[in-house]
């Protein structure tokens, strides 16, 4: 890695300035009532990009009442379904106008590749928002012909105030498959960007407010889970929360969610997907996708390919290809091009990864390639290759979320079957095969929320995801996703004539 490492000790200077670094509570940006403030780090060099508001308990009060007013007494939810619409399009068409701006600023707090940003991300957002402002008026209850002499029919009413936490891995994008459905169904929003990333949401939210958006509709609140997300989840006013994140701390949401006042919850939380890769593989194309499964956005991904299981027969060849492959991956300043990985997103999971790997040799497996740190400064991790990796290994339990691929040797399908499922997730699943058998055997008995068939992360706006077990409730995307902002509302009339 000695290009790229020499490279990492000059970072590029982002080509953006912070423009906005405050809370954003009723159309205002605004300090924190209590004043204090957090740094947010570059991750290329751990250095402070800025300061923002550390939102707590009396912010989310004070947002929370906020969005409360604004739903109900409007005009959002009573709006018609096309004006709703109209602002959602032109609020796409700002992003996409704003598109660099928007994907530096992402790649600034994020470490995120910025080729990555600009080319897919800020696109798949500007593409979530069309998609959902295509529903909007496109959302509406049924006629039911009931047991008599009844009119019965259905409203599909917005819940109210919704309560959404994201992540930091795709800051842009979690911000989409949450915001979008919230506003297409007419609701209002409190969110909670992750500490670590609070800065694009700002960004986009102003844009937001240009289209149209009315004040109070969303409000954007950054600040530590414990304090300001727990607070979120708390309360009383708030109708329903969205979240993504850990597992652990997706079933405090829910304890929380449900110890206040039983609001409904959704949860998108983590995952030890498996990947496999069958004996007909055609061995170069498997090592290549599995290879972008694992590794893709520096490995922080929930979805990620991250117990890569190969078949007896390929092994051998796979393994090779693989590292190989490994090796060549350009690490580097995420905002050079032609970079592969930029940095993990802070010291914290540059440390777990880091002792992850120590477990992963302790426990017996074979370090292929990497295994360190690059460079000496922020926060890059050497792509990493482990293989003879056994089921009961930790680093095959545990979500890692960095660039470590796991390697495991398997021989007959029923027994890869077995293997893929015994875990306490089901969030997704790779298949690399051109048998239409096994890809179909192997798709009906893996328990997941997606399988991906020769292909992965593959995230079009209209195909629903989430997690089955312990990797989720719920599924976000596609027309799936409106039930969880809706309310049914179930209208019977007494016919007079029931003749007619
Ligand atoms: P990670 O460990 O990858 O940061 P988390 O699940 O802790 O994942 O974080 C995801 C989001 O959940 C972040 O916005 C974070 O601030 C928030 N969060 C963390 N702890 C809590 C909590 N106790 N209550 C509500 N939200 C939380």
């Known amino acids: 890695y000695t290009t790229a490492a020499a490279a990492l000790e000059e970072p590029i200077k982002p080509p953006v300035n912070v423009k906005y670094d405050k809370l954003l509570i009723n159309g205002q940006f605004v300090d924190a009532a209590s004043g204090k403030t957090f740094p947010t780090l570059d991750p290329r060099t751990g250095e402070v990009i ?27 939810p009573k709006m018609t379904a096309y004006e709703r619409q109209r602002i959602l399009l032109r609020f796409a068409d700002l992003v996409e106008k704003h598109n660099d701006e928007i994907a530096a600023l992402e790649t600034w707090d994020s470490g995120k590749l910025f080729e990555q940003c600009a080319k897919i991300e800020v696109p798949m957002f500007v593409r979530l928002f069309r998609y959902y402002a295509g529903w909007t008026d496109k959302i509406h209850g049924m006629t039911i012909p009931g047991d008599g002499p009844h009119h019965v029919q259905t409203l599909h009413e917005p819940i109210g105030v919704c309560g959404q936490i994201i992540p930091w891995n795709f800051p842009l994008v979690m911000f989409a498959w949450k915001v979008g459905p919230a506003l297409a169904c007419g609701n209002t929003i409190v969110l909670k960007t992750a500490e670590q990333t609070p800065l694009s949401a700002l960004l986009v939210s102003k844009l937001l407010h240009e289209a149209g958006l009315p004040d109070g509709v969303l409000n954007i609140v950054s600040g530590f889970g414990p304090t300001a997300g727990a607070a979120l989840c708390s309360h009383m006013d708030v109708d329903k929360i969205a979240f993504t994140g850990s597992t652990e701390t997706g079933k405090i949401v829910l304890e929380l969610s449900a110890k206040s006042n039983l609001k409904p919850v959704t949860l998108e939380l983590g995952g030890k997907s498996p990947f496999i890769v069958c004996e007909d593989a055609d061995v170069d194309k498997a090592v290549e996708l599995a290879h972008f499964a694992l590794f893709f956005n520096q490995g922080q991904c929930c979805c990620a390919g991250s117990r890569t299981y190969v078949h007896e027969k390929v092994y051998d060849e796979f393994l090779e290809k693989a590292k190989a492959r490994a090796l060549q991956r350009a690490v580097g300043d995420p905002f050079k091009s032609g970079m592969e990985q930029g940095p993990q997103i802070d010291s914290e999971q540059f440390e777990k990864i880091l002792k992850y790997i120590r477990s992963g040799t302790e426990s017996g497996a074979t370090l292929e390639t990497g295994g360190d740190r690059l460079g000496t400064k922020g926060y890059y991790v050497q792509p990493t290759v482990f293989s003879n990796v056994k089921d009961d290994m930790l680093i095959a339990k545990d979500e890692i979320f960095g660039p470590v691929q796991t390697i495991l040797k398997f021989n007959e399908l029923n027994d890869v079957i077995k293997r893929a499922n015994n875990t306490r997730y089901g969030l997704a699943a790779g298949v690399f095969t051109s048998n239409l058998d096994t890809a179909n055997t192997l798709t009906r008995a893996l328990r997941a929320g997606t399988v991906w068939i020769n292909c992965f992360d593959t995230f079009d706006a209209t195909i629903p995801f989430g997690g089955y077990k312990m990797s989720g409730i719920g599924r976000e995307k596609g027309e799936y996703s409106l039930k969880n902002y809706l309310q049914v509302k179930a209208v019977v009339t007494a016919l007079k004539n029931p003749a007619w």
């Open 50 to 76: 800025t300061h923002v508001p550390e939102g707590d308990a009396e912010d989310i009060n004070r947002a929370v009442s906020a969005a409360r007013k604004a739903f109900d007494e409007g005009p959002w």
